[in-house]
């Protein structure tokens, strides 16, 4: 059977002939990163809702939400962040710092332990599809357990590092008691990030309305005059770090972009060459001035 661009994954919805696999039924969604090989990897297939589980008791970096968040976007799916153990932690100033830059996300916190927040998030995701992704460690299994009942997917965090074995070496359905179902992933360092520019785009909303107001419609937010977006910077309107991820997503994007399509490579190569030439000429004109 031909399941086209990507391999069957959790999620799919099949057709079988008796007990022949005939047919894989089109996807609504499908969540897919970097591989190691540099080629595209499916992750799961037909999700309304990522779940994006990052741990409190280290520390919460914005750049890696937002890259999995983008990539929630990208599949067609609706990011969700999920901050555990809060039972360990007061979560007010990560929350706080979420709010400022991974702007338009919903942000929820949960104790496995003491049971906090279960109930809000198995409402939010009754009758919906979701995954969960995150790094080992982040509280993924004890999660799966707290809004399933169960105890079989527990692991242990290392106190040093609070870093985790991994609990879940496969990806898993389960199903949720106020109905749908979740889908657990292995733990990953981190999301290779694979879409392209438009996308990010759509991630940074808040940038894209600031960037009607400038100058130049092709304005590329860097040293062009009448650039609204690095007005809002340096107001402080826009905070600094957000631009700084919007841009490194940016350049993640469009290196990938370079990456597949060998045109884009060359026409890369030769502004490299280019730009190479004129700096070694303007040096060598500096030191001969000199």
């Known amino acids: 059977m031909d399941t086209g661009a990507h391999d069957l994954t959790v999620g799919d919805h099949i057709r079988f002939d008796g007990e022949a696999l005939v047919e894989l039924l089109p996807r609504t969604s499908l969540l897919t990163r970097l591989g190691h090989d540099g080629n595209e990897q499916a992750i799961a297939a037909n999700v ?11 520390p919460v970096k914005p750049g890696r939400l937002l890259r999995a968040t983008a990539q929630a976007w990208d599949a067609g799916s609706t990011p969700l962040i999920v901050l555990t153990k809060a039972d360990l932690v007061d979560p007010a100033e990560a929350i706080a710092d979420l709010a400022d830059q991974v702007v338009g996300v919903d942000v929820m916190t949960v104790s496995s332990v003491t049971g906090d927040g279960i109930d809000e998030l198995l409402h939010r995701l009754a009758g919906c599809t979701a995954v969960m992704i995150g790094e080992s460690g982040a509280g993924k ?32 359905l389960v199903d949720l008691p106020d109905g749908g179902a979740l889908i657990d992933t292995p733990g990953v360092r981190s999301l290779g990030l694979w879409t392209d520019p438009e996308t990010i785009e759509a991630s940074f909303t808040d940038i894209a309305e600031l960037a009607e107001q400038c ?65 070694n000429e303007a040096r060598r004109s500096k030191g001969d001035s000199g």
């Open 215 to 279: 100058r130049f419609r092709d304005c590329s937010h860097d040293a062009e005059p009448g650039c609204a977006v690095r007005a809002a910077v340096e107001d402080g309107t826009l905070p600094e770090a957000r631009f700084e991820q919007y841009h490194s997503l940016h350049r993640e994007a469009a290196a990938l972009e370079r990456r597949s399509d060998p045109a884009a490579q060359k026409r890369f190569g030769r502004q490299f060459a280019k730009l190479a030439k004129e700096a």
């Open 141 to 172: 299994s004890s999660l799966v357990n707290a809004l399933t009942e169960g105890d079989e997917l527990v692991g242990e965090v290392r106190q040093g590092d609070a870093k985790g074995r991994h609990t879940t070496t496969w990806r898993q």
């Open 48 to 58: 309304d809702v990522v779940v994006v589980v990052v741990g409190l008791d280290r």
